[in-house]
């Protein structure tokens, strides 16, 4: 008499397991860590794997589809309303110049002097192109930000002249943007309605979208038909060949057990991309962005007993200094991935 396989379960409900590597699927991997929830306090462990084929990381076994919406049950990220605007002054002055020259974003007294100021400081340039997420606006073009959370860069690329809309599954994120009338479509890129899921978005944005879904490659898919023939895919997501994932290891915040089910790697991501029908694909640099990243991993590693010169305020200044410096001549160590893929253009008959 066959027994039952048994049903194997985390602190919120049933897991399922991924033997193989959900990028290329590829069987052949080994165990790089044993990860916990670096935002809530469980008792839950989460295996690392590595994929010998293409270096990206996963977890096995990992959250089912019904369990996983628990996994963002505190105060999540998403929840929060954006972050007001600063006082105009000096700088913020610079930085509007510059993102109206590169974006057409207006902001309170743009001065001309930030497009020659951001051009002579590359790493500072790279965050103002990163937050404008690398695409010029198109007088009328239509963006979707996938996983648009409070919908913080939804308010941003409307300012810069999109019709631009978010989807997100996440209820309060949902709510959050509803209360600031930023249209929004609760749920997931399929209750989109029907005129919107093929050819109709000139531009479609993942914000750290991708991490977190359990078949990264069918999300691509549908972004590919939902993007117009010249149409762009803007993708961000935690690079699993980072200096931080490298000095910080489990710890390194980026992991982010059980939410991040894959980080694909940079070949596996632009190959995916790529066998799906894009047929430009670029990664970008990313220039400064790693300080806040590098403390909260170092406090994440402090929670969990480990002392030393290595998790010490100063160590995280050096190292976020050094990586960088290092994203902002390279996209290989940038603890932030970023890639452009586009849709081929329409050919003439």
């Known amino acids: 008499m066959n027994e039952e396989a048994p049903v194997l379960r985390w ?11 959900p990028m290329c699927h590829a069987g052949s991997r080994y165990q790089v860590g044993d990860a916990q929830d670096n935002m809530v306090p469980q008792d839950d462990h989460w295996s690392v794997w590595r994929c010998a084929a293409c270096d990206s990381r996963w977890l096995d076994p990992r959250p089912d ?8 049950d505190f105060d999540y990220i998403t929840h929060d309303a954006p972050a007001t605007q600063a006082r105009a002054g000096w700088l913020t002055s610079l930085i509007n110049g510059y993102l109206k020259y590169r974006f057409n974003l207006s902001g309170p007294a743009p001065s001309a002097w930030g497009v020659p100021f951001f051009f002579a400081l590359p790493p500072l340039r790279l965050k103002l192109d990163y937050y404008g997420r690398h695409v010029r606006p ?26 631009a809309e978010g989807v997100d599954p996440d209820a309060e994120a949902i709510a959050a943007c509803e209360l600031r009338g930023i249209p929004v479509t609760h749920g997931f890129v399929h209750d989109l309605p029907s005129i919107k899921k093929s050819s109709y978005w000139d531009v479609v944005t993942m914000s750290h979208c ?21 149409g762009h895919l803007w993708i961000a ?19 982010d057990a059980p939410r991040h089910l894959v980080l694909p790697s940079k070949k596996a991501l632009i190959r995916a991309c790529r ?4 047929d430009v694909v670029t990664a970008r640099r990313r220039g400064a962005h790693t300080a806040r990243l590098y403390r909260r991993s170092a406090e994440i590693a402090r929670g969990r007993g480990k002392r030393g010169f290595r998790y010490s305020p100063l160590a995280g200044t050096l190292l976020s200094l050094i990586s960088d410096l290092l994203a902002t001549f390279t996209t290989r160590y940038a603890d932030e991935m ?7 253009r329409a050919t003439l008959p």
């Open 338 to 344: 970023v890639i452009l893929a586009r849709k081929p």
């Open 11 to 21: 602190s919120q409900g049933r897991l399922e397991n991924a033997s193989s590597c």
């Open 237 to 255: 997501l935690p690079n699993p060949a980072a200096v931080g994932a490298r000095a910080y290891g489990m710890d390194w915040e980026s992991i």
């Open 65 to 72: 589809n019904v369990s996983l919406p628990a996994a963002y």
């Open 275 to 278: 066998d799906t029908g894009f």
């Open 138 to 163: 198109i007088p009328g073009g239509k963006l979707l930000d996938v996983g648009c959370g409070n919908g913080a860069f939804v308010s941003i690329a409307s300012a810069m002249g999109w019709s």
């Open 210 to 230: 991708l991490e977190h879904v359990a078949d990264p490659s069918a999300l691509l898919s549908e972004a590919f038909t939902m993007l117009v023939p010249g």
